[in-house]
């Protein structure tokens, strides 16, 4: 049973992972990120801006969509753009990362609740939502913490080169 569900598992896993895959490859094919980065830096878009920009979208989309598929599929588009305009990788991996998770314990869907749910079948909906409101306040805190001050997330892997 368990090596069942545990197939069952990885396989979904794998096809989400084929699916991304294939959809970078056409965003590549389809020349979407050259498109996308020449349009945003003819905007005069602030790195700033844009980092607040594309944190709000996925923050919006991790409500609805999990992590792993979300990051497979929005990071190939956005990640070259962050490099035109000079973005550091890894403090903008970090935030994108920061807020998706925000974005699955926040409603209307809050899949990570649903997860929870499922486990333990006797807790009502509503007392998840209310028990994960401090973790979501902390989350954004955190996340305003290191957009402010980005050396925190960089610190360690500069001293590493």
């Known amino acids: 049973q368990a090596l069942r569900e545990a197939g069952v598992t990885i396989s979904m896993v794998f096809l989400i992972l ?4 294939l ?19 003819g905007m ?9 920009l594309v ?9 609805f969509i999990d992590l792993m598929p979300l990051m497979l599929i929005g990071v ?8 035109t305009l000079g973005i550091n990788p890894i403090w903008f991996g970090v935030l994108i ?7 699955s314990i ?12 499922g486990l333990q079948k006797d807790i009502p909906m509503a007392t998840l939502f ?18 402010l001050v980005p050396p925190i997330i960089t610190w360690l892997p500069e001293a590493l080169k």
């Open 55 to 63: 944190l709000i979208v996925f923050l919006i989309l991790g409500c």
């Open 44 to 52: 005069g878009l602030s790195p700033a801006f844009f980092t607040i």
């Open 18 to 21: 084929v699916g991304a895959l």
């Open 130 to 147: 209310r028990a994960a409101i401090p973790f979501t306040v902390a989350y954004i805190v955190a996340t305003a913490v290191l957009f």
């Open 76 to 83: 190939p588009i956005v990640f070259p753009i962050s490099q």
């Open 106 to 117: 926040t409603p209307p869907v809050g899949i990570n609740l649903f997860v929870l749910k």
């Open 97 to 103: 990362n920061l807020v998706i998770n925000i974005g």
């Open 23 to 41: 959809f970078t490859r056409f965003i590549a094919w389809c020349n979407l990120s050259d498109v996308l980065t020449n349009l945003i830096t």
